[in-house]
């Protein structure tokens, strides 16, 4: 066990008194305008309270907000002596460690700008971010980002030091310029030690303003070269309040920080309302003991994109495939009744019969709780998804089995708060009212424009397309095509570049007929086509976990993901799971045209190392329909199959070739209702 840190039971007895303290409202705290200052504040008024917990080697380990505090304050000390100050640039690469969240906090303090990138960039895109923000130092999680670093170290002229958390395989490496992030912490601990250094790193932490810039965040780059969102200390707490007050956060909360330190969804919700309201950021072992962390925590928030849940109901739904004949049917019954009556019971709604209360109760006792355990959400108070839409099926899902799961729909030009769900007022189809304080407005062409108190600066070295996004009275383009209902709900359709019409007039929005197919266990990607076409087409990936449990249990041999994803009875499989999604489409209004008339099942799976999705796994349209071209040829042309090279990046960095004939099935559609256009089908 490293020497740094001391172990606490993670639920004993903690000093501090409860209570929200969401609102920069008392006159001591009113000068507490940036993070930095939030965290001596807490160090004041719960000093005693734990604020993180990282588990290591097995056994968490844990520090209070007093602790953080000194941590923070030595951590800025030292990283002035090793040259950076206010206006200076520092990355932040890794997955979620304290250390690495510290590190944000002691950059801020000093009135540095911290850049929070993606751990898993391949070198090359990180040397892009990292030259771009002009960074000139960096704090990494361990040897595999201090490796990518130094291997573009070429194009990093201004980058003078490398910190890193974990020392693991860097004994012989060469430390001029490479320290650990704990000798910073010492250095700067005993140069505090004098009264007077002690007394002028206070100053600096004075000196912030809750103008000042407070992190730059680079999108994810689903259209091209990610950009550099700048967000001040203002925005980001006003959203932080926004979030904190909405769902009445405070010091006796628990969350899990999982996601990406370089999103914003993580930077909001392990951060930013962590520092405000006081709750305890919890950092897993590794992303394969996330479940069985968040359930030892006792996780109370829970935030996690859509592909999170559906990977949890995909594990969920092969492992009961495995299950006795029994145990099959008491799920698909109790499961069936919670997608009857759960929601409603979740929602309080009158109208539930005494016995279908007491048949829920009951299914509660023998599964809904089990599975509640399962996924760590047995004391999850509020749950959200966002980041891109979530199957309806799969978010009712969750809820009916009484997981209090909302969507909410954000963007890091935002500082993510657009739209929320009250209680009571939850819809799978919408993602709620405007957030408080936020305006929205939708465009002539059903574009959504929101204004909000967490609305960015401006793109970092992109004046022009800063003035492409944000209109001149403070409006952003969410890019993104939606209205509202009758109910005052905003409706997001697909980004407002992708939704187009068929041939003949027939509304096509891709993602909408995605997230259908999504909600399969067996399908883990689809991208669609049809804009401008005479009918729709789709690429599909299927889920190697889902599919490969299926082949285990009928029989099916095969070598490799390639193999089994061209076997005729997974063609089968699937073609059953579009016939279904066909049907769904042909009963909704103004959505009979979207039905899918070909597809294919990709020889390979869409990865973010080969450019076809981006960090946050969304997906690159323009990149793989320019990449698969010959493929979407063919399945427009009539063809029955179609050879196809693609080069993939694998993990060590080597590259190679997959090459494939892929075989394309034949759907008959259903009969549909007229076509009709995004601002029809708002009325």
């Given at each position: 066990?490293?020497?740094r840190?001391r172990?606490?039971?993670a639920?004993?007895?903690?000093?501090?008194?409860?209570?929200?303290l969401?609102s920069?409202?008392t006159?001591?705290d009113?000068?507490a305008d940036?993070?930095?200052?939030?965290l001596?504040?807490n160090?004041?008024?719960?000093?005693?309270?734990?604020?993180f917990?990282?588990?290591?080697?097995?056994?968490?380990q844990?520090?209070?907000?007093g602790e953080?505090?000194?941590i923070?304050?030595?951590?800025a000390?030292g990283l002035?002596?090793?040259?950076?100050?206010?206006?200076?640039k520092?990355a932040?690469?890794?997955?979620?460690?304290p250390?690495?969240?510290?590190?944000i906090?002691a950059?801020?303090w000093?009135?540095a700008?911290?850049?929070p990138v993606?751990?898993?960039?391949?070198?090359?895109e990180?040397?892009?971010?990292l030259?771009?923000?002009e960074?000139?130092?960096?704090?990494v999680?361990d040897?595999?980002?201090v490796?990518k670093?130094?291997s573009?170290?070429?194009q990093?002229?201004?980058?003078?030091?490398?910190?890193y958390?974990?020392?693991k395989?860097l004994?012989d490496?060469?430390?001029?310029r490479?320290?650990?992030?704990?000798?910073?912490?010492?250095?700067g601990?005993a140069r505090l030690?004098?009264?007077?250094?002690a007394?002028?790193?206070d100053?600096?932490l004075?000196e912030?303003r809750?103008?000042d810039?407070a992190?730059?965040?680079?999108?994810?780059g689903t259209t091209g070269r990610?950009k550099?969102?700048m967000l001040?200390s203002?925005?980001v707490?006003?959203?932080?309040?926004?979030g904190?007050?909405?769902?009445?956060l405070d010091?006796?909360?628990?969350?899990?920080?999982?996601l990406?330190?370089?999103?914003?969804?993580?930077?909001?919700?392990?951060?930013?309302?962590a520092i405000?309201?006081g709750l305890?950021?919890?950092?897993?072992?590794?992303?394969?003991?996330?479940?069985e962390?968040?359930?030892?925590?006792?996780?109370t928030?829970?935030?996690?994109?859509?592909?999170?849940?559906e990977?949890?109901?995909?594990?969920?739904?092969v492992?009961?495939?495995d299950a006795?004949?029994?145990?099959?049917r008491?799920?698909h019954?109790?499961?069936?009744?919670?997608?009857k009556?759960?929601?409603?019971?979740?929602n309080?709604?009158?109208?539930?019969?005494?016995?279908?209360r007491?048949?829920?109760?009951?299914?509660?006792?023998?599964?809904?709780?089990?599975?509640?355990?399962?996924?760590?959400?047995?004391?999850v108070?509020?749950?959200?998804?966002?980041?891109?839409?979530?199957?309806?099926?799969?978010?009712?899902?969750?809820?009916?089995?009484g997981v209090?799961?909302k969507?909410?729909?954000?963007?890091t030009?935002?500082?993510v708060?657009i739209?929320?769900?009250?209680?009571g007022?939850?819809?799978?189809d919408?993602v709620?009212r405007?957030?408080?304080?936020?305006?929205?407005r939708?465009?002539?062409?059903g574009?959504?424009?929101?204004r909000s108190?967490g609305v960015?600066?401006g793109?970092?070295k992109?004046?022009?397309?800063?003035?492409?996004?944000k209109?001149?009275?403070?409006f952003?383009?969410?890019g993104?095509?939606?209205?509202?209902d009758?109910?005052?709900?905003?409706?997001?359709?697909d980004?407002?570049?992708?939704?187009?019409?068929?041939?003949?007039g027939?509304?096509?929005?891709?993602?909408?007929v995605?997230?259908?197919?999504k909600?399969?266990p067996?399908?883990k990607e689809?991208?669609?086509?049809?804009?401008?076409?005479?009918h729709?087409?789709?690429?599909?990936n299927?889920?190697l976990?889902a599919?490969?449990?299926?082949?285990?249990?009928?029989?099916?041999?095969?070598?490799?993901?390639q193999e089994?994803?061209?076997?005729?009875?997974?063609?089968?499989?699937?073609?059953?799971?579009v016939?279904?999604?066909?049907?769904?489409?042909s009963?909704?209004?103004r959505?009979?045209?979207a039905?899918?008339r070909?597809?294919?099942?990709?020889?390979?799976?869409?990865?973010?190392?080969?450019?076809?999705l981006t960090?946050t796994?969304?997906v690159?349209?323009?990149?793989?329909?320019?990449?698969?071209?010959?493929l979407?040829?063919?399945?427009?042309?009539?063809?029955?199959?179609?050879?196809i090279s693609?080069?993939v990046?694998?993990?060590?960095g080597?590259?190679g070739?997959?090459s494939?004939r892929?075989?394309?099935?034949?759907m008959?559609?259903y009969?549909?209702?007229e076509?009709g256009?995004?601002?029809?089908?708002?009325?």
């Amino acid at each position: 066990m490293r020497q740094r840190k001391r172990s606490h039971a993670a639920h004993l007895s903690e000093a501090g008194r409860p209570g929200r303290l969401t609102s920069l409202t008392t006159a001591a705290d009113a000068r507490a305008d940036t993070f930095p200052k939030l965290l001596a504040r807490n160090a004041r008024l719960r000093p005693k309270r734990t604020a993180f917990r990282h588990k290591d080697l097995g056994i968490w380990q844990s520090w209070t907000w007093g602790e953080v505090h000194q941590i923070v304050r030595a951590y800025a000390r030292g990283l002035q002596t090793l040259g950076l100050k206010r206006g200076g640039k520092i990355a932040i690469i890794g997955y979620n460690r304290p250390y690495l969240y510290w590190t944000i906090c002691a950059a801020q303090w000093l009135g540095a700008i911290p850049i929070p990138v993606y751990a898993d960039s391949v070198a090359d895109e990180m040397a892009y971010v990292l030259a771009h923000a002009e960074v000139t130092h960096a704090a990494v999680q361990d040897q595999e980002q201090v490796d990518k670093i130094l291997s573009v170290s070429d194009q990093l002229p201004q980058l003078q030091h490398v910190l890193y958390d974990e020392q693991k395989g860097l004994r012989d490496y060469d430390h001029s310029r490479l320290h650990s992030i704990e000798s910073i912490v010492e250095e700067g601990r005993a140069r505090l030690a004098d009264a007077q250094e002690a007394a002028a790193i206070d100053l600096a932490l004075q000196e912030g303003r809750g103008s000042d810039l407070a992190i730059i965040l680079y999108t994810s780059g689903t259209t091209g070269r990610p950009k550099g969102v700048m967000l001040t200390s203002d925005a980001v707490i006003a959203a932080a309040e926004i979030g904190c007050d909405f769902d009445k956060l405070d010091e006796t909360d628990e969350i899990i920080a999982y996601l990406p330190i370089a999103w914003v969804g993580d930077h909001i919700f392990s951060y930013a309302q962590a520092i405000l309201s006081g709750l305890c950021v919890n950092c897993p072992e590794s992303p394969e003991t996330i479940a069985e962390d968040r359930r030892e925590i006792g996780a109370t928030y829970v935030f996690a994109p859509p592909r999170v849940f559906e990977s949890m109901l995909t594990l969920t739904m092969v492992r009961i495939e495995d299950a006795g004949a029994l145990k099959r049917r008491m799920f698909h019954f109790f499961i069936n009744h919670a997608n009857k009556v759960g929601e409603k019971i979740l929602n309080k709604e009158p109208g539930v019969g005494a016995w279908d209360r007491l048949l829920w109760s009951i299914g509660n006792v023998l599964v809904y709780a089990p599975l509640r355990n399962r996924f760590g959400m047995t004391r999850v108070k509020v749950g959200y998804t966002a980041g891109e839409a979530i199957g309806p099926e799969i978010f009712r899902f969750y809820r009916s089995i009484g997981v209090n799961l909302k969507q909410l729909y954000g963007q890091t030009e935002a500082s993510v708060y657009i739209t929320m769900q009250p209680n009571g007022e939850i819809r799978a189809d919408t993602v709620g009212r405007p957030a408080p304080q936020v305006e929205i407005r939708i465009a002539d062409n059903g574009e959504v424009l929101y204004r909000s108190p967490g609305v960015f600066v401006g793109y970092y070295k992109d004046d022009e397309k800063t003035a492409e996004t944000k209109t001149p009275d403070g409006f952003v383009h969410s890019g993104d095509a939606g209205f509202f209902d009758q109910n005052g709900h905003l409706k997001i359709i697909d980004r407002a570049k992708d939704v187009g019409k068929m041939r003949d007039g027939a509304l096509f929005p891709p993602k909408y007929v995605e997230n259908k197919l999504k909600f399969y266990p067996n399908i883990k990607e689809a991208v669609c086509f049809g804009d401008g076409r005479d009918h729709v087409a789709a690429f599909i990936n299927i889920d190697l976990v889902a599919v490969s449990n299926w082949a285990e249990r009928n029989g099916v041999t095969y070598a490799s993901y390639q193999e089994l994803a061209g076997h005729p009875l997974v063609y089968d499989m699937i073609e059953k799971h579009v016939d279904e999604v066909n049907r769904s489409l042909s009963s909704e209004p103004r959505m009979g045209g979207a039905q899918i008339r070909r597809f294919l099942i990709l020889h390979k799976e869409l990865d973010a190392d080969d450019g076809e999705l981006t960090r946050t796994q969304k997906v690159r349209r323009g990149f793989i329909a320019e990449r698969y071209a010959p493929l979407i040829n063919a399945l427009y042309d009539g063809s029955s199959e179609a050879d196809i090279s693609t080069e993939v990046t694998f993990e060590d960095g080597r590259k190679g070739v997959i090459s494939a004939r892929v075989k394309i099935r034949d759907m008959k559609p259903y009969p549909t209702t007229e076509p009709g256009s995004v601002l029809e089908a708002a009325e």
